[in-house]
């Protein structure tokens, strides 16, 4: 659903400064909206560092699912390309592809004829 911000919250603390923590530690945001399509009510969301969300802004139109909970009006980004990624998430896979490429570049060459050379007869082996 396509909304018009007309309020935004954001808060890293609660009430005692306390950071907000997941269940793995990781810090996270708490994000309250009020659109014009919701008038008063306000949207609750949280978003880890580098979410798009923080930088959201007052008159923006923004994509958003909407669900409610109970008393509470929840709100999150659609999901792209069959699901969303934390930051820790594309850590690893950068990590891991790190790894990788620094594996390949430890490789030695191989004697042999040359794949790319077509008169070498083009198998590595």
């Not at 269940?23 to 919701?38: A, C, D, F, M, W």
């Not at 060459?109 to 794949?115: E, F, I, N």
């Amino acid at each position: 659903m396509k909304v018009k911000l007309t309020n935004i919250r954001v808060s890293h603390a609660n009430k005692d400064g306390q950071p907000y923590l997941d269940k793995l530690s990781r810090p996270y945001n708490r994000v309250g909206i009020q659109t014009e399509q919701h008038g008063k009510t306000w949207l609750s969301g949280f978003a880890y560092q580098d979410n798009p969300m923080l930088k959201w802004h007052v008159g923006e139109e923004v994509e958003i699912n909407v669900e409610q909970k109970g008393q509470y009006t929840n709100f999150s980004l659609p999901k792209t390309n069959g699901g969303s990624s934390s930051p820790d998430q594309w850590k690893t896979v950068n990590d891991k592809l790190d790894r990788i490429i620094a594996m390949i570049s430890d490789l030695e060459p191989v004697d042999g004829p040359d794949p790319e050379d077509p008169s070498s007869g083009g198998l590595p082996f």
